[in-house]
């Protein structure tokens, strides 16, 4: 083994990285991926926030999908776009249409007990009304990550949302 050699890795996505063009914001590429489920999971909305949350619940399914070949430092990136509001964690996935099942990192909620969670979350609903204003506020947050003093993306979301109420 040389020391090129890069660990890849599989990330389960259920929210706005669905888009392709979030993903694209993100990672820079257009990665590899396919239809998967989560089996034993629920996904909420979230009071006052666009983007949906993920915990476990029995006897319910996240219908997602599996980003292959993702890198160390996309893995990165998608951490610090996750910030403290999420908690990257090992899943098995079910791969859509088969039986195959693999490990996949996924961000779950981190307020397990989060009073503001409720229903479900609805992608198409959120492509129709929120995705354009969530595209430009990912770009805000990649360009303000290259600066010295950069915004988390918490407080990235929290400044451009609060700026879109004010117009």
């Not at 990136?77 to 964690?89: A, G, I, P």
């Not at 492509?127 to 010295?148: G, P």
Request: cysteine-free; proline content about 4%.
């Amino acid at each position: 083994m040389n020391g090129n050699t890069q660990i890849l890795h599989n990330v389960f996505v259920y929210g706005s990285l669905l888009a392709d063009e979030v993903a694209r914001v993100l990672l820079k590429r257009d990665p590899d991926s396919y239809p998967a489920i989560l089996d034993g999971y629920h996904r909420f909305s979230i009071k006052g926030r666009v983007y949906p949350a993920i915990l476990p619940v029995e006897n319910k399914k996240v219908v997602g999908r599996v980003l292959v070949g993702v890198t160390d430092p996309e893995l990165h990136t998608l951490d610090v776009f996750e910030d403290v509001e999420y908690v990257r964690n090992s899943v098995e996935v079910q791969r859509e249409g088969n039986l195959e099942k693999l490990q996949a990192y996924t961000y779950l909620w981190a307020d397990k007990n989060d009073p503001n969670l409720y229903g479900d979350w609805d992608f198409e609903e959120w492509k129709r009304v929120d995705m354009e204003d969530f595209i430009k506020m990912t770009n805000e947050f990649m360009e303000e990550r290259a600066q010295l003093e950069s915004k988390t993306r918490v407080e990235t979301y929290q400044s451009y949302y609060r700026q879109e109420e004010a117009i």
